[in-house]
């Protein structure tokens, strides 16, 4: 993807003074890495998908003088393995319980008490699960382009309701699915995509994946379509998310914002595209409904993609208030 536009947005690039692996079990190691200052206010990066897997631009929405910024890749995805994209990938040890429990066995490994949670998409998903689990652990909570998982949300763009707005794109995603199939997509699509030949779950996968990435920015963004569509990463994308979907998230129905009450009094932010095709606004205002105490903050010209200018600028903004609010690793 091209970030220049993200120059004279976010902060500059800069590497990580620290990378490793945490055993997570059942055979699992996650990546991890720290930039920015070592000694600074803790932050762990959230990202979408799931299966979506973390890059270098995500450092650059913390102060790096300020910030200790750890970004990690969630199971099975990313620099993570075993690699979902493997054709014998097994996902039984995968779920949002299993991903709740990988950061908080993170933050422990790495000595930090509290640390500001920051997502998108998915990654405001796992972070309000994490948060409403841990809530002694969040010193504040940075979240954009709220999904939560339910019924409804998932039936909008998986079952025909963003098909109204990209009936083009829509053709090409429906297109590896037998149309007597295709009342129940997710079913439909899981079917292939658990399939171990790559002749099955490779066309699938690639249409899943490519399905997301090109509805996921207000205006087409080719390079964004093309990073994601190589065999392995499109495959492991597309697994991820469908395991994650087909199962509901292992959450309750609404369970997300129903219990929302055991952290209102972190301190919230909560960003928004008006027209974010991926994760439409109805959940982000339901959130914001169940948690007033949030600052709601909607971007009125963007999609979904963090990387739309005005949802990377009141991401900066966000970042740069709690960082002015001081608090270090050790603050309360
Ligand atoms: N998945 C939403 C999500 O987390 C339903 C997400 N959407 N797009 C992305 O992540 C990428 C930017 C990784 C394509």
Redesign the pocket.
């Known amino acids: 993807m091209n970030h220049a536009h993200l120059d004279d947005i976010l902060y500059p690039p800069i590497e990580p003074y620290e990378t490793g692996e945490l055993l997570v079990g059942e055979g699992n190691r996650v990546y991890w890495e720290q930039s920015g200052n070592p000694q600074g206010k803790p932050v762990v990066f959230l990202?979408?998908?799931?299966g979506?897997g973390t890059a270098p631009w995500h450092r650059r929405f913390f102060d790096p003088e300020v910030y200790r910024i750890v970004l990690f890749d969630q199971r099975g995805c990313g620099r993570s393995t075993p690699h979902a994209g493997d054709p014998d990938a097994d996902l039984r040890h995968n779920t949002t319980w299993h991903l709740v429990a990988d950061i908080d066995l993170l933050r422990r490994t790495l000595g930090i008490d509290r640390w500001m949670v920051f997502g998108?998409?998915?990654?405001s998903t796992l972070a309000l699960a994490y948060a409403e689990a841990h809530p002694h652990t969040v010193s504040e909570l940075v979240l954009r382009?709220i999904?939560t998982l339910r019924a409804h949300e998932l039936e909008w763009?998986y079952e025909g309701g963003a098909s109204a707005l990209f009936p083009d794109l829509w053709e090409q995603f429906i297109a590896p699915i037998p149309v007597l199939e295709r009342a129940r997509m997710i079913e439909a699509y899981h079917r292939r995509l658990s399939d171990p030949d790559p002749a099955v779950h490779g066309p699938a996968g690639l249409a899943w994946t490519r399905w997301?990435?090109s509805t996921?920015t207000l205006l087409p963004d080719a390079e964004?379509v093309e990073s994601?569509s190589d065999p392995a990463s499109a495959t492991a994308?597309a697994r991820i998310?469908n395991h994650y979907f087909l199962n509901r998230g292992w959450l309750r129905e609404g369970q997300l914002i129903a219990d929302v009450g055991a952290i209102r009094h972190i301190p919230g932010v909560i960003v928004q595209g008006r027209y974010d095709v991926?994760?439409p606004m109805m959940t982000a205002w339901d959130l914001h409904r169940a948690w007033p105490e949030a600052e709601f903050v909607m971007v009125p010209d963007a999609g979904?993609?963090a990387a739309e200018p005005g949802i990377a600028a009141a991401l900066r903004a966000a970042t740069d208030r709690f960082a002015a609010s001081g608090g270090g690793a050790d603050s309360e």
């Open positions: 990202h979408g998908g799931p979506g998108g998409s998915w990654g382009g999904f763009f997301e990435a996921v964004l994601m994308f998310e991926c994760t979904h993609s």
